[in-house]
């Protein structure tokens, strides 16, 4: 059997590990432990007072306190939490949702929408003395948060809002921590004052007593069973006229006087609705995370196998071979491993930023929506990263890997509605695509889910704006690189970069010149119905420019020689790959010929045949403890 | 909302349910019941006990006789026995799995390799008096069923067998129901007698006692949860020195005398394990119908969500829009739509053939073989397809589609082993492109895994061999056609198929010149692995390319225009989507011209586009009918 080189997956595993390295070590020391990992014989009942029990311990870390301000005024250390969490994605996926509705969504929602009024629940939501939920999804309006139609109207008589869920569509739907555990709902609804609806905001709504019944007005039922996370207790509410305290609207960004008066530092409805979900963004960027922590479980363990697990004899030599040593077993697993590096690196880079955002210290104002942008970008890629690369490894390890003893069908069951929730991989990718097409426009953020199509296709701007970073890291790389190699050698990183960077920048061109031209035609959504599948291309290629970028930062950050050499390989077999998937449409726009097409399919056998030998390598420096795999069919 | 054309959905569901309509719709008629759908808040000890229980209200519906000769001489209806029990996959899959174990695997062992001393059995299980397993698979031997480990060594001293596990590696595993119910096992193990190895051979083995208890030697494991099929009791089984009568080898291909004398009909080792295991092929068979059948509910759940659902507001009409309505939403859902048809009559046309072959009335001794490559193909494509079809409905579902209560989740996780069991994808893939690169020479039928690699590469055959079959249809469309249309026009299906069979045939010889040139170098499994990609990919253009026949078959007998006019619509989808997903073959094997792949992309648009007002009339064809989805979103 192969052995893998301590050395080099040492110094891979501290560049994943990324700027909280610290942060990821201290975790993996506290969560191997057994009573972190979920256990699947339970029903469902048993299942959700385990993980309520588990997060009492992971309450006792001390980590979860991070997330927050600190009473004494010393600031959070956002990076630092989403991290810490991140790592429970290693032991069971029921525990880190359960975790992030409490901490990240709950906890996020009176952080972030909250003022010095509503500190007190900080305190109590840290330590579970008060369990919340974040209900946001109703039965009738999921993607398309705007146009919610829970209310909340104010009745200045007694000082109260009175939630109310006026029609069957507008029950919250879907929402963790309702069905058994939550105490305390943050609950979006359409503020309406003065007889005047004002859009979304989020309130604080008791709908449980102490002793778990429903208080007065609140109907609360169960989602029951689910596809996996058995251990969440998604549930759905329905408010009759329930009234609470002026005080519990989280008024950072708007308020209610008194007498009704409504007022708010933001003028613009939509700019203010958009300004409270951008706090929010922490979500996205933790489902990336613990997507990516899961797809490194899977891969992890299908590696293992396919390096132990034997079948059919080689005619050559009379032994059996090993799965690993097939073609199609490398072509299965390493380029998906290959994609695990580049995304981590560019989840690393996405919670530098987030933290620099969240804590104050970029104060660029463009820099909250380029990172809303790049987290929505970031979640699309990381979870269906995760769906692909958790059911291949299923696959790749036969009837073994479809035994709950092995664990890959728990991680693909529990990730599975990783693509839909934190917002539908499909509308995140139209997200992205917009800012794209409208060239970031101050103007678009405040237009409705389809206005921007009307602006897109009647605006002449340049799209693709000005892109000074990935100008710069070309030439910069080219600088770097040996002047006498041919131009247009693919092994050169600059020519890499270029080609993806070209991609990007045609398709958006392209989709922007369809609209303009399809628009005066057909009215803005058949010009953006016709156009959906190219705006979503074109989305796509935005993320997986970025992340090699990212990936290419992270490469330069390795010291180690040997390391960094094995990460270069890694990285070149991301980008041939991915131009593998891609090759038809870089023959048909030119920017390939069919002979370097062939190569580009060469190469990235030849790769998988040079990373062959280093594959346990490489899966140690994904960085699962092997202790933590917990596959019966690896011991 | 949409309505379908009911006349039209009728002509269509009547061309997929083939040649065994009759059956199809008497079986709809008797499962349309509340005790035969599965129970998912069931722990796995009930969820066991209803299957069971399933199976009996199933027994009394008189199908599974039809599966075997009846006692009188008539000869079975396989056809209509496998048929019938596919429609089961309609309601639940461990239902459908269960039955085949007891009646498809276990019960066709006993039926096609025993004799009349075995005729006994047949009553007894096909009442369920007698309960069976079929245990083939080992822990270390799954694939490679030739070298699996249980021994079965005659001892002429008592006239008995020795059933024996002589490595931990040779335990039985998977074992449907193993671990729970079944009385005895048609056990697979190496013969040996005098001193001699015969290769592998079917045993029936008693393992458990009335009460249910272990039978002395026998040690039965539990292989607990799994990702689905939570009512399949898969076990393990070791044998320690256990005795059986002489008798109980199933001894229609070989016998051994009470002295011990070892004899067969089937002089080559080889050939008599082949033929042993081709009278098996109904389980490939069923494989892939219960697959079609999984998607097509799936399918049929995610278009009329898909009709019903809206979100976010059209900005031309400010109303909400339909899912269904949008270009994405098309794309994802109705190419899925047209592969189902596809993939439903080339099943008719392989249960129609396999009916032929065991029931004696197609006598070319070549048909058994292509039976046996044309099941091993279709069970490919149906679970591959099921796979993803399913995945992508869930996806399209959002939030709803991850609630239990809808069914596409169960609906994944019981049929993501399909692509496993009943034979390895991958491996399944390899076997169809093996028999392509030896044209199906006689002598590669009795070499061992990889040997048929070493005959590949060392012996000059022809080998795209005469396909009469392929050529004779294209004629016959091209003789049909408008001759004043240009004859490279993509629309006509003349030329559609031509493009197909070419992609297959330069596949097959490339990749067979690629062996040969490369054997010489390195060694056959060297040449082997270098170009298994290009081998899997020969292998998976063949499947596509009997496909599309069998489409092609599939229209002509409809009747009525206006279904037979929307059948080819959907055809072409199938066609275009096909080639969409393989476009950058085409280009860089200059089968196509950019211009033309371009053309195929809008072609695809348009095509959806054409049949999204007809979604739910091709839905209603698929033929689930509506008060069986049972999703709970749909009411």
Known sequence: MATSD????????????GPWREVREEARAAIDDDRLYGDPSLDIKAARARVLEQMHLVASYGWVERGFRHVDGRPADPGAAVTALEMLAYNDLSLWVKSGVQWGLFGGAVENLGTDRHRGYIDELASLRLLGCFAMTETGHGSDVANLETTATYDPATQEFVVHSPTPSSRKDYIGGAAEHARMAAVFAQLITGGEGRGVHCFLVPIRDEAGSDLPGVTISDCGLKGGLPGVDNGRILFDQVRIPRENL?????????????????????????????????????????AAAAARVALSIAVRYAEQRRQFSDPDTGEETL?????????????LVA?????????????????????????DPRAQRALENRAAGLKVAQTRHATGAIQECREACGGAGY???????????????????????????????????????????????????????????????????????????????????DEGDLSRRSVQLQLFADREDYMVRTAAHRLRARAKETGPFEAFNNAQD???????????????????????????????????????????????QNQAWFIMHRFMSVERAKAV????????????????????????PEGMLRAAMLD
Chains 1, 2 share one sequence.
Not at 6 to 17: F, G, N, Q, T
Not at 563 to 569: E, V, Y
């Open 534 to 580: 190219h705006i979503l291309a074109a989305g796509t290629a935005h993320i997986e420019r970025m992340v090699l970028e990212a990936f290419i930062d992270g490469i330069a950050d390795i010291a180690d020689p040997e390391a960094r050499a094995l990460a270069n390989t890694v990285c070149d077999l991301y980008v041939y790959w991915t131009i593998e």
């Open 6 to 17: 301590v050395s080099i997956a040492k110094e891979l595993r501290a560049a994943l590990d």
């Open 339 to 363: 994609r695990s590096y580049a995304l981590a690196f560019a989840q690393n880079e996405l919670v530098r930023r987030m933290h620099l955002v969240q804590t104050g210290q970029d104060t």
């Open 250 to 290: 989280l008024n950072r960004y708007a308020d209610v006087a008194p007498d009704g008066t409504y007022s708010s530092e933001i003028e613009n409805p939509s700019r203010r609705f958009f300004t409270t979900l951008g706090t929010l963004v922490r979500g996205r960027v933790s489902v990336g995370g613990a």
């Open 323 to 335: 799965l690993l040593d097939y073609r199609s077993h490398q072509r299965r697993l390493l380029p």
């Open 403 to 485: 035994l709950t003893e092995n664990r890959l069908v728990t991680l693909k069951a529990d990730t599975d509605v990783f693509t839909t929730f934190e917002g539908d991989n499909v509308v995140l990718t139209q997200l992205v695509a917009k800012d794209l097409l409208t060239a970031y426009a101050e103007e678009v953020r405040d237009l409705d889910a389809l206005g921007w199509v009307r602006f897109a296709a009647t605006t002449a701007r340049d799209v693709v704006r000005e892109r000074s970073g990935v100008r710069q890291m070309i030439q910069r790389l080219r600088d770097r690189g040996d002047e006498t190699v």
């Open 601 to 624: 399919r060469r190469g990235v056998n030849e790769l998988v045949d040079r990373l062959r030998p280093q594959a346990l390598t490489l899966i140690e420096g994904l960085g699962v």
